[in-house]
């Protein structure tokens, strides 16, 4: 049984700044990558940002040169160091994990207002 278990949300001020983090536990086998998604109220789910365990990373434009996403891998665990938060950001953020079949976690809620 595998879980993903994000933690880090919370309330923060626009300009502030925010670090996720998501560890996978249990039984899994060789992990691919590593994500971040975000959903809004009322909308889809997007990605925000991906890292594969070769640390290639990729970003939405949106967050581009405010997010940094990075791992360790020997905890199986991925971080999102959020920066210049805007409103906009406010969203669930969710950790997904791909290995040989992609397992997601429940989510963490990121509020950005003042």
């Known amino acids: 049984q595998v879980q993903v278990v994000e933690s880090g949300g919370g309330l923060v001020q626009p300009g502030g700044s925010l670090r996720l983090s998501c560890t996978a536990s249990?039984?899994?086998?060789?992990?691919?990558?590593m994500y971040w998604y975000r959903q809004a109220s009322g909308k889809q789910r997007d990605l925000v940002a991906q890292?594969?365990?070769?640390?290639?990373?990729n970003y939405a434009d949106s967050v581009k040169g405010r997010f940094t996403i990075s791992r360790d891998n020997a905890k199986n665990t991925v971080y999102l160091q959020m920066n210049s938060l805007k409103p906009e950001d406010t969203a669930v953020y969710y950790c997904?994990?791909?290995?040989?079949?992609?397992?997601w976690g429940q989510g963490t809620q990121v509020t950005v207002s003042s």
């Open positions: 249990g039984v899994i086998f060789s992990i691919n990558a």
């Open positions: 997904k994990v791909r290995s040989r079949r992609d397992y």
């Open positions: 890292i594969t365990m070769g640390g290639g990373t």
